[in-house]
């Protein structure tokens, strides 16, 4: 099972679940993990019966909510000490140290790191790269008003010192653009769809899917994602 890690205190979990679906209809399985503090999949994943900790399936993605380490998955999935989680691909959704090291995000397959720029979002996020103790690969993903060189600047200089090696790619999602009426809409009738999306924001979609997954092919998932 491979990996995949979003770090920040930025709300990202309707990003996570968009690519999720993608790669689901791609045929590969996939697990989506909120560690997050604030547990939103308990909101806006429709469950039958939701506990404190559970898995539930949505829209072909099984979401693990509630589950404070990838062991006590394990251990709900009543898996062996030796036993292979059976799904492809596991997205981890964290904003907090913690969850980084119960969910071994150090030797996860992919690292993106999700902000935007209020200075909660960026000084809470730089907290948590802070205690990492080894250097890691990540993509940085803005979210932005404006995307003013200034914000990018003033992220670089908080950033400076840390053991981070930053992916030369990096994302910008344009807030003010419809997006975020189009998501809560997709909350309100428990669905999936990137249709009434803005195209920027489909568009990063679409990379995440590929870079986490290349061997689907890029003219797959754009495939997928025009049908979604």
Not at 75 to 84: A, M, S
Not at 186 to 192: D, Y
């Amino acid at each position: 099972m491979r990996k995949i890690g979003f770090i920040g205190v930025y709300d990202k979990i309707d990003l996570i679940l968009c690519i999720a679906k993608i790669l689901t209809m791609a045929g590969q399985k996939v697990i989506v993990a909120d560690a997050t503090i604030m547990q939103k999949c308990k909101y806006v994943v429709p469950a039958i019966n939701p506990t404190k900790s559970y898995i539930t399936e949505y829209e072909g993605i099984d979401v693990a909510v509630g589950f404070d380490s990838i062991e006590n998955i394990r251990q709900y999935l009543g898996l062996e000490e030796n036993e292979e989680m059976q799904y492809d691909i596991m997205l981890v959704d964290t904003d907090n140290y913690d969850t980084v090291v119960d969910y071994s995000l150090q030797s996860a397959e992919r690292l993106y790191y999700l902000t935007s720029f209020d200075a909660y979002s960026l000084k809470k996020g730089i907290e948590i790269l802070e205690r990492l103790q080894v250097p890691l690969h990540m993509t940085k993903i803005f979210y932005s008003k404006e995307m003013l060189k200034e914000e990018e600047d003033y992220f670089d200089f908080l950033s400076l010192g840390l053991k981070i090696v930053w992916d030369e790619n990096k994302l910008y999602f344009l807030l003010e653009n419809g997006d975020q009426a189009a998501i809560i809409e997709n909350q309100r009738v428990s669905k999936i769809k990137l249709k009434n999306l803005s195209n920027s924001y489909r568009e990063n979609v679409i990379f995440l899917a590929n870079d986490i997954d290349s061997q689907i092919g890029e003219r797959k998932i754009r495939s997928i994602a025009k049908n979604l």
